[in-house]
């Protein structure tokens, strides 16, 4: 159901309505669980539609599997799985230095970020959430009862709880806490990616499932891929080190610009990579960045997903949210009367592990993108060895095991014990 900001006139109902910002992965992944157990969530996102695009992102261990299973997302997730996406670096002739196989870099379930924030939001929408999209909130009034919120297009109007689940940079995380020069941190890379024909003049034989090749140079990395849906096209993904850029975060050309200042001479495919920046209209350009809150709710408003502890790329920041979003409409129906005591539990349970999965974002850009020809070198060894990387694997499967309550559908239903991994 999509909908209006119109508040209706009269009482306002007793069942808590909750405000969530951004319709990206968390904010339709809580609105579907509090719909489900009989909240009114409404979902208001700054685009026009749930955005598409974005790479794969990947899922691990039992108990984020076991949360996707509670969700009833799970077998449509496996339907649209990729199977994994290998990465092999190669030198300037073309040469394998080092292959990472589909499991390394795909966990347990990888799918497009595309198609997890669509069926997160039609499985939200049969549950009964609303969706506002192309409006934006604009200021926070916390009440005694309720939250008064104005926007930028529609009304204001006044919701029990607002919900902050609009990414890296939110919007609520701003109005609320401060500005994001107080939240986000650079962490020294930049990442890109974007759409091309997969064409045989690329001289790669690219094809879904062959995975990425990829070029390095000291605090660069060029690569691409076959898209996983449609053969004809493939998906660059570049990444390179560099201090905080000043540029307008809205402007594709400010993008391209810099993308072909740092890599522009470089060797392998890169020139042909940067032929097809001009004809690009998917192109995603973001720092690599982390966000951190000192405190997940004040009063009557929460955050959630990215918004509260992000990690741009390699955070594992999907699985995260999904988590984070399952214990907090788990929690709010616990105790539909006392958000606070709601609002801290769901931190508490979560942080640790969120903080934990963030660190792979502080991390991604060095792997992806060594500084040197011996950090190269080293990376290229050391991951080289296959027992390093069964080792890697066995750590991350366990580092993604946490023990959560098994929240009821109702909030008339017992809660359940614990479980940590799937049953
Ligand atoms: C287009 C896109 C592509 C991405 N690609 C990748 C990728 O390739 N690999 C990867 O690991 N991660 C990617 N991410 C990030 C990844 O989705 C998140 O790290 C993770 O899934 C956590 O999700 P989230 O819902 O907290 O944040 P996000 O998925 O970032 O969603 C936040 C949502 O909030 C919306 N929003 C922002 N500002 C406002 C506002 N003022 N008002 C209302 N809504 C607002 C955004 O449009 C977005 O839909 C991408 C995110 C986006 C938006």
Sequence with gaps: MTTSLEQAAGPRPTTPSVLISGAGVAGPALAQGLARRGLRPTVIEVAPAVRPGGQAVDFRGGTQLHVLRRMGILDQLQRVRTGGSPMTFVDADGRRLLHLPAEFTGGDLEVLRGDLSRILYEASLDAGAEYVFGDSLTSLTETATGVEVTFRHAPPRTFDLVVGADGLRSNVRRLAFGPHADHVTHLGHYAATWSLPNHPDLGLRLHPGSGSVGHNTPGRLASVAADHTDPTRARAFLVFASRELAYDRHDPAAHQRLLRGAFAGLPWKVDRLLDSLGAADDLYFDSI??????????????LLGDAACGATIGGMGTGTAILGAYVLAGELSRSPGDHRAAFTRYESLLRPYAE????????????????????????????????????????????????????????????????TEAD
């Design 289 to 302: 960045s982390r966000a951190d809150s000192p405190a997940w709710s004040t009063g009557r408003i929460a």
């Design 356 to 419: 934990e999965r963030q660190k792979g974002g502080d991390r991604t850009g060095r792997f992806l993108a060594p500084s040197s020809r011996f950090a190269l070198h080293l990376r290229n060894t050391v991951f080289g060895r296959r027992r390093v990387l069964a080792w890697m694997l066995r750590a991350a499967k366990d580092a993604t095991t946490l023990a959560l309550p098994d929240y009821p559908e109702r909030s008339d239903e017992p809660l359940n014990s614990s479980f």
